[in-house]
């Protein structure tokens, strides 16, 4: 078994006092595997990686990165241990060019090293070089995606949080994504996903937890769910281990919590 990097135990978080999402969350995500997290709307996807990356602090529980507690740390200490966070939707700044928001990206990286950790992420997105001066809201979806994951390889990241990352792109760039996320995990990049297109993603992934109202209701290998009869069930709202999970959201119909 693969050494644990991020450790979840009996999370409890939420965004209000009373909004709780997480209820006593317990998982693992491991060195080097894409860990897919999936489960109907609400479920507490989105929360988990909001959590893991400061932006909610646990009421009660404990997450741990590398074996140490990371509770409420900053997102600049967690980007400084190696953890770089992809969030759903576009998040670039559109009227800077391509090559500023890169360095933005990098701006905690000293100066003698931004431009060759540029060069090295351009070399891996060559349609991103051939733009590198134009403004960041002139790429199309796909080239954007690229970006923003790219931005994220600046800091050489040993886990990447993504979510959502097929929003807005066509068939064949859903498929190059995963592939580059499949990469960087053969690589030794831990990457914790959520992500609407399941059985696409599941084609790419190591393992899949299913998540049922703040909690992990399911964990088994990736390929073993994929061919799970009860896979839309599981996703969209049905009965995990004997209990309920009920949801009205169709597939790819929104983002979830």
Do not use: C, W
């Amino acid at each position: 078994m693969s050494e644990r990097i991020i450790e979840f135990e009996n999370v409890v978080a939420g965004y209000t006092p009373s909004l709780t999402i997480l209820n006593g969350t317990t998982f693992d995500a491991r060195k080097g595997e894409i860990t897919l997290l999936i489960g109907p709307n609400g479920a507490g996807k989105s929360t988990v990686l909001k959590t893991l990356f400061g932006m909610l602090v646990p009421r009660t529980g404990d997450v741990r990165f590398e074996g140490r507690r990371v509770n409420g740390h900053s997102q600049r200490d967690l980007l400084a241990l190696g953890m770089a966070y992809v969030p759903q939707g576009r998040n670039l700044f559109a009227s800077l060019s391509v090559r500023h928001n890169l360095e933005l990206g990098g701006i905690a990286l000293p100066r003698h090293a931004l431009a060759p950790r540029i060069d090295e992420v351009l070399a891996r997105f060559p349609r991103i070089r051939e733009r590198i001066d134009n403004q960041a809201s002139t790429l199309s979806g796909g080239e954007q995606k690229q970006l923003e994951v790219g931005r994220a390889l600046l800091l050489r990241p040993r886990v990447l949080l993504i979510d959502e990352p097929s929003i807005g792109l066509s068939p064949k760039l859903v498929q190059d994504v995963m592939a580059l996320l499949r990469e960087l995990a053969d690589q030794g990049v831990t990457v914790l996903m959520v992500e609407q297109n399941v059985r696409t993603a599941l084609k790419y992934a190591d393992r899949a937890l299913v998540l049922e109202m703040g909690r992990l209701a399911l964990d088994r290998p990736a390929h073993a769910l994929l061919g799970d009869p009860d896979l839309n069930r599981l996703f969209l709202g049905g009965h995990v281990d004997g209990r309920a999970v009920t949801s009205t959201t169709p597939a790819g119909g929104g983002s979830a919590v």
